[in-house]
């Protein structure tokens, strides 16, 4: 059965991060929230918190320290995203790792982000590591895309990138987006919607804190704008 995982921002300017569906109070935590096609509709799997305190490696580039929670007051703790590897630079663009934990430290996961060479721009790679199972992996938008991207779109996609460095515009460029995760037999996994902005999960062995880890992530890198503000990481 299919799982379609979304993040859930009360703090969201927009309509989709909102998500009056769920009815949360002003002033709930980030969430995670999933459905799976039940009348029951759309439930939390994870509250998420920045961790202020941080791991050893949090004064990397692309550092992120998160804490998951099962409930909105952050008393039942479901895991830890903590960084593991950081490159500001590198040949092929910046590589990221992080490490999703369990509560007594366990390793549940590990995901891996290779971004884009140009600046913010450039078609991202991920890989995403269930402790116990082989590597899923995806890249950002189909190359079809990109090459509109890059060729009858760029007058348009110049000015909209001025305006993201410049503070001018908030998150205003739509790169590719969509990503297919894929195992090493070539079969879709996961897929991420840009669009829609969700997350379907097409094998029922993922467990829901790396899945959540994995939107609590992703969601801090879908903005190329010169703040990072646009994110609910650095809000």
Do not use: K
């Amino acid at each position: 059965m299919a799982i379609t995982y979304r993040m859930s921002d009360p703090r969201s300017q927009t309509a989709r991060g909102r998500d009056t569906s769920l009815g949360v109070e002003p002033g709930t935590p980030v969430m995670v929230v999933a459905e799976d096609g039940t009348p029951q509709g759309p439930r939390p799997v994870a509250y998420l918190l920045r961790n202020t305190s941080g791991g050893p490696n949090a004064y990397l580039p692309g550092a992120r320290e998160i804490l998951l929670f099962g409930d909105d007051r952050g008393s039942e703790a479901l895991a830890s995203v903590t960084t593991e590897r950081g490159t500001g630079f590198g040949f092929g663009g910046p590589r990221f790792a992080y490490r999703v934990l369990a509560p007594d430290g366990a390793p549940i996961g590990r995901i891996c982000l290779r971004r884009g060479r140009i600046f913010r721009i450039g078609r991202s790679h991920w890989t995403v590591e269930q402790e116990g199972a082989p590597p899923v992996r995806g890249s950002a938008g189909r190359l079809m895309w990109w090459a509109l991207w890059w060729t009858v779109l760029l007058p348009l996609n110049l000015v909209l990138v001025v305006a993201a460095f410049t503070g001018m515009g908030q998150d205003p460029v739509a790169t590719p987006r969509r990503i297919v995760w894929r195992d090493g037999a070539g079969r879709a996994v996961m897929s991420y919607r840009g669009l829609a902005g969700d997350y379907r999960v097409l094998q029922d062995h993922w467990d829901p804190r790396l899945v959540a880890s994995l939107v609590a992530i992703h969601q801090t890198y879908v903005s190329i704008a010169a703040s990072d503000s646009t994110d609910w990481y650095h809000r």
